[in-house]
């Protein structure tokens, strides 16, 4: 027998491409051999794929085996344990029925696997029109690849059609007016920063839901599509949706796996698309951008596109692309279209501020529009109401029952959530496929392949896992214990806190509030207003006292220590007395602060901010809002009441932690401030951030003197701490002077240091250039440290309840590893100091913080020498912080000095500026929300 090179079996049985729809029937065979065996390496292997070729040429067991120097029966063998099962199952019928090879294609042909001999000549016709470098250059092309290339790429484009068709159809009546829809490219037409895909570049297209996010990445696939039919050697297509990424866990094989049949997207590069970034757990959203970004820089000729909803991670993203709403005029012209009415100024003015809002998206006006068909020109009256018409309405269009079929639906929601989106099999949802045809036919679920089920659109899973909370809200209890299933549940736990009851929503949030706060938090600012409008009364004044004394204690129970700071509470824990007026949508409210034994909720006295009245110091913490809309509104009002007391507090940076670090940056911070105060020849000839020591004699006597008047209520202000309005935060100084100025006193020494290295050579314009890069190696390792211990011992002291979901915080303890590079040859008339960035790398949690910084006189970037490190440290985090990993959505990284760092204190301005950085995060401080 002759010995079989390590080719010699490639480009066999490749005649098959040219009657038989391969890409096709390998997907569908691949979910085949998945259901059959489970266990099984993912998708056909390349000798399973030769098999089924050589079968569908025609050729027996045996002649195949001739072809491919295998012995008969090995080749016979295979394919009873692989092909001929995986046919059973994807033809449903019934094991070990098929007895002869000849079945095969016969069996495939009925099930409209064989190409049309039309289609066939179609195919040879764009292969032999098609441009060709490879013909150009005189290279051998392979035509039966190629033609498996255009059928391939025909494929795509017919499923992204019937993909339009399909969303459509969910929100218009008809399939001729979702074919109509599906077809008009000016519907879903990218923006214009988006026509032209420049190589290199990856693009976060950002839009609520229902703005035509994911339509905007089907025609710019089906643009690819068609530029790849063109041309034989251009970017490849690639549309990923997140569940399809998610499996895979790596974006690079990801694309080569989608890719496959349509070139070498290494050599041709992609143009890939991912779609529902939002979809996913936000660490995994992270590491896909990191990921993409590397693909365009590692593959040439690629470009990424990749789409989601408004989050956390992609408020941190520069450059992003936001889907714009549609304009009044556009959003009544699509209305008018779908619906054959005329939208006159009667119709729309009966539409309530919700939905005209609403409408400004094209799915819910497509809604709309199809609801004024059907509900004889009525006007909805919110977004909730108009998805639970849309439910029955296409129930009724198939005569479901709707019992039933909500059953069903809140069923399949609840799997989908738990899954974190992964497609369904048919029989986990009902025992039959008989018992899902009504809603098949109903379009509310669509077959994704032979027994997997999903819906059309991620609003209806969200909604229908929503009302499967609002039957049995004791499923929180379910998943409040596990982070990534809570993150799963975030949308549905979104919607249900902007259209559920104050009592429902209570039954839902407190359990989730007491163990995750920061969480919590993110439901209610996502799923609520902070303001509401004219048309929505207020309960009465009894009923929103006690729908906020029901909220309170669950927030205060959440930020555990937090509470003594800002939250109105007796010092038993209680929450004090609440009095409430109302006047409409109007809320007047404040705690009690007076020594009288007030009950629970009383009326708030008229006169209660009248200054020249005695109600004026009773009541505290006042305040007259409108709040939203939504029946939860207790949980936003009290909220933003917490959240506004928080920033109070941290306008200052004197937090009562017993931190050495903050001590003595506090006092060096005093003593200065006293040297300003008082002037010392020998002292004021230097600046600040030249003196190194104070003696202790010059601080005692000022500072002495200054206590001396304060017992007599005579106040000194001293500069940079202290002003008539901020007197308490210069006895926070002042206190840790004399604390520190007492230890170096015992301790026998005479004055009180610099806590930081400073510089060590001649001072030029800028601060920096009085430091060599080695000695500002060594102050950024000392102050990153102290900040580091810092900012961890303020965390444990009043936010520790809160650290899950705080980006830095969580990471602690951690390595800060970081690289100083030079400032650049020509800085520019405002200066340019060395270039510092860095990243942290958490440490096992009883480890100590670090710090490890290194000079870099090359000025590249740590992304680009610590890659494999970052990475690295990405990965690590859910097996070092279980909890947190799930919400924290990037490896903290930054760069540059900050303003403070060559000043008194940078290690304090450092820790509270990562303090506040982290409380963004979850409360949105400085955000219009």
């Known amino acids: 027998m002759m010995a079989r090179t390590p080719d010699s079996s490639e480009g066999l049985f490749t005649d098959a491409a040219k009657n038989w729809e391969l890409q096709r029937l390998y997907k569908d065979l691949t979910v085949a051999k998945r259901d059959f065996a489970p266990h099984k390496r993912r998708g056909l292997t390349e000798t399973e794929k030769k098999h089924l070729r050589g079968l569908l040429c025609d050729y027996s067991p045996a002649e195949m085996a001739k072809k491919l120097h295998k012995s008969a029966r090995g080749v016979e063998a295979d394919l009873c344990s692989t092909i001929y099962r995986y046919v059973e199952q994807l033809t449903e019928r019934p094991p070990n029925t098929l007895k002869n090879w000849r079945d095969i294609p016969e069996w495939l042909e009925q099930r409209g696997y064989k190409i049309q001999v039309s289609d066939a000549v179609d195919g040879e016709k764009a292969i032999a029109s098609s441009p060709s470098d490879d013909i150009e250059a005189g290279h051998r092309v392979d035509i039966a690849a190629q033609y498996d290339r255009l059928i391939r790429l025909e494929e795509l484009k017919r499923e992204s059609r019937a993909w339009c068709i399909e969303r459509f159809r969910i929100a218009v009546s008809s399939k001729e007016e979702a074919v ?57 297509p690639v549309y990923l949706e997140s569940w399809q990424w998610r499996q895979e866990r790596r974006l690079k094989k990801a694309v080569e796996a989608a890719a496959d049949g349509l070139g070498n997207p290494r050599t041709q590069g992609a143009i890939v698309i991912l779609d529902g970034l939002d979809e996913v757990e936000t660490r995994l959203a992270s590491q896909v951008l990191s990921e993409a970004h590397r693909l365009v820089e590692e593959w040439d000729n690629t470009t990424v596109i990749i789409t989601s909803r408004p989050t956390r991670y992609t408020d941190d993203v520069q450059g992003k692309i936001l889907v714009p709403l549609l304009s009044e005029v556009q959003a009544y012209a699509l209305i008018e279209r779908v619906s054959k009415l005329q939208m006159t100024a009667m119709i729309c003015s009966r539409w309530t501020e919700a939905i005209r809002d609403a409408i400004r998206r094209p799915l819910f006006a497509l809604i709309v529009a199809r609801y004024l068909r059907r509900a004889d020109q009525k006007a909805p009256r919110s977004t909730g109401k108009l998805l639970s018409w849309l439910v029955e309405d296409a129930l009724e269009q198939v005569n479901a029952d709707r019992s039933n079929c909500d059953q069903l639906l809140k069923r399949l929601a609840m799997l989908s959530i738990e899954s974190g989106g992964d497609r369904i099999r048919a029989t986990d949802v009902a025992p039959t496929l008989d018992a899902l045809k009504p809603l098949l036919d109903s379009r509310l679920v669509v077959e994704r392949s032979r027994g997997i089920i999903s819906f059309p659109l991620p609003i209806l899973t969200e909604w229908f896992a929503a009302q499967s909370l609002a039957d049995d809200p004791s499923k929180v209890e379910n998943f409040v214990s596990d982070p990534r299933q809570l993150e799963n549940w975030r949308y549905p736990l979104t919607i249900a806190t902007a259209t559920f009851g104050h009592e429902l929503v209570s039954k839902l949030l407190v359990p989730i509030a007491k163990k995750y706060p920061a969480f919590a938090a993110e ?18 004044p009894r009923q929103c006292g006690q729908q906020i004394q029901t909220v309170m204690p669950a927030w205060i129970e959440g930020i555990g220590s937090l509470a003594q700071l800002i939250a109105p509470i007796r010092q038993d824990g209680t929450v004090k007395p609440i009095g409430v007026r109302t006047d409409g949508a109007w809320l007047e409210a404040a705690w009690y602060e007076g020594s009288e034994n007030l009950q629970n909720i009383v009326n708030l006295p008229l006169d209660w901010k009248c200054p020249d009245s005695r109600e004026w110091y009773k009541w505290t913490s006042g305040r007259s809002s409108r709040p939203g809309h939504e029946s939860a509104w207790a949980w936003r009002w009290t909220l933003d009441k917490l959240v506004k007391n928080l920033s109070r507090k941290l306008e200052s940076t004197t937090l009562l932690v017993d931190s050495e670090i903050l001590i003595r940056e506090a006092a060096w911070r005093a003593a200065l401030a006293i040297v300003e105060y008082r002037p010392n020849s020998k002292l004021t000839k230097l600046k600040s951030w030249e003196l190194d020591e104070i003696p202790l004699t010059h601080i005692e006597e000022t500072l002495s003197e200054i206590e001396v008047k304060a017992k007599l209520n005579c106040y000194v202000i001293l500069p940079d701490i202290g002003s008539s309005l901020r007197t308490k935060e210069q006895e926070y100084y002042l206190k840790q002077l004399r604390r520190e100025v007492n230890r170096l006193q015992s301790l026998g020494e005479s004055a009180l240091y610099n806590p930081w290295p400073g510089s060590d050579r001649t001072q030029g314009k800028w601060l920096w250039e009085g430091y060599s890069l080695e000695r500002l190696r060594i102050r950024a390792e000392k102050v990153y440290k102290g900040a580091l211990d810092a900012y961890q011992l303020i965390v444990n002291t009043w936010f520790k309840q809160l650290t899950p979901g705080m980006q830095i915080a969580a990471m602690l303890p951690a390595r800060l590893v970081g690289a100083i590079a030079p400032s650049p040859p020509n800085p520019g008339p405002f200066g340019s100091p060395p270039y510092f960035d860095w990243f942290l790398e958490a440490l096992p949690e009883n480890a100590q913080n670090e710090v490890e910084i290194a000079i870099n006189e090359h000025c590249l970037r740590l992304v680009e020498t610590h890659r494999e490190r970052m990475d690295f440290a990405s990965r690590q985090l859910s097996l070092l912080r279980p909890n947190a990993a799930v919400w924290i959505r990037y490896v903290p990284y930054n760069g540059n000095f900050s303003d403070h760092f060559f000043g008194h204190s940078p290690a304090t301005a450092l820790a509270y ?11 949105g401080f400085g955000r219009q929300v």
């Open 913 to 923: 500026s990562w303090l506040r950085e982290d409380l963004t995060g979850i409360f």
């Open 180 to 236: 109509s829809l599906a077809d008009d490219l000016s519907i879903g037409s990218p923006p214009s920063n988006l026509l032209r895909l420049d190589p290199g570049k990856v693009s976060l297209v950002v839009g609520e839901l229902g703005i035509g996010k994911t339509l905007i990445a089907q025609r710019l696939f089906q643009q690819a599509i068609q530029q790849a039919q063109e041309s034989t050697n251009t970017a490849i």
């Open 523 to 540: 439901i209610v600012r996502e799923g609520t207003t902070r303001r509401g409008n004219e048309e929505v009364s207020l309960p009465s």
